[in-house]
């Protein structure tokens, strides 16, 4: 579905349509899920999608359609991610489980040694905030430089500079990596 088809129907679900309500999300789901599974962590990216979903649907009846619905719901998922990092960074982890090891094992978690995607990520994760929204944006979502400037609300060469020092960085970080590996 195109952007012009997604407005449409985020319009039609702020006036009570429920089929577009559910074409609206069926159509962004997608590119919503991977954002946030970068931006935050696959664990909790279903939990976040919601989140966004009920402040966008809170929001719609106020949406103005100045930019297409997508990239409107993506700027939302943005700050969804921003938030639940910032409350994440003022509690305390804490578990009840006294082999977390084997229990995160049990739950996926993998350690870096378990391919090139795991390191990449890592390596995504550990990118200025700035750099791995513009390259998740650009680079994973599949957003033009120009929608990606929209999500981040700043310019398009800024989005450009982001997204060059952020392969920079990532293809130094995967390179050290792979030398060490060799030289170990």
């Not at 929204?133 to 680079?139: D, N, P, R, Y």
């Amino acid at each position: 579905m195109d952007d012009d088809e997604i407005t449409r129907n985020a319009f039609r679900a702020a006036r009570g349509d429920e089929v577009s309500a559910e074409r609206f999300v069926a159509a962004t789901q997608r590119q919503l899920h991977r954002l946030l599974t970068y931006l935050s962590s696959p664990a909790v990216a279903e939990d976040l999608m919601q989140e966004t979903y009920l402040r966008a649907f809170a929001s719609l009846p106020a949406y103005e359609g100045r930019s297409p619905a997508r990239m409107w719901l993506l700027a939302i998922a943005k700050r969804v991610a921003a938030d639940h990092l910032r409350a994440n960074r003022r509690r305390p982890l804490t578990s009840n489980t006294e082999d977390w090891i084997a229990t995160a094992e049990l739950n996926g978690a993998h350690s870096p040694d378990h391919g090139r995607v795991v390191v990449l990520r890592r390596l995504i994760k550990e990118l200025d905030p700035e750099r791995r929204e513009a390259f998740v944006l650009t680079q994973v979502v599949g957003l033009s430089y120009a929608d990606a400037a929209e999500v981040c609300d700043c310019a398009v060469g800024t989005i450009r500079s982001r997204v060059f020092r952020a392969r920079e960085e990532l293809t130094s970080a995967m390179r050290a990596g792979e030398s060490r590996v060799s030289n170990g």
